[in-house]
């Protein structure tokens, strides 16, 4: 791990957290509505990647829409 990453880590600063919703850029899911492609992250992997309530695999910040701050989650 990079010393830049490492320090980002330890600072706190992290893409996502925990119970957050995290929406797949709709050019990886074609044809499904923003709903269809919201999730609630599981957990947040040494790695920086993400595991995601619903979806197998680990996936990173890049597959996701920017975080929008005080946008309303997509109701479940």
Same mark, same amino acid.
């Given at each position: 791990? =990079?010393?830049? %990453?490492?320090?980002?880590?330890? !600072?706190?600063?992290?893409? !996502?957290?925990?119970?957050?919703?995290?929406?797949?850029?709709? /050019?990886?899911?074609?044809?499904? /509505?923003? =709903?269809? %492609?919201?999730? @609630?992250?599981?957990?947040?992997?040494? =790695?920086?990647?993400?595991?995601?309530?619903?979806?197998?695999?680990?996936?990173?910040?890049? /597959?996701?829409?920017?975080?929008?701050?005080? %946008? @309303?989650?997509?109701? %479940?």
């Amino acid at each position: 791990m =990079s010393t830049s %990453r490492k320090d980002f880590k330890q !600072a706190g600063n992290v893409w !996502a957290r925990p119970g957050m919703t995290v929406t797949f850029r709709a /050019e990886l899911m074609p044809g499904r /509505e923003r =709903s269809q %492609r919201t999730f @609630r992250v599981k957990e947040l992997l040494t =790695s920086g990647r993400v595991s995601l309530h619903g979806v197998d695999g680990e996936h990173a910040e890049k /597959e996701f829409e920017a975080i929008q701050l005080g %946008r @309303r989650p997509v109701p %479940r």
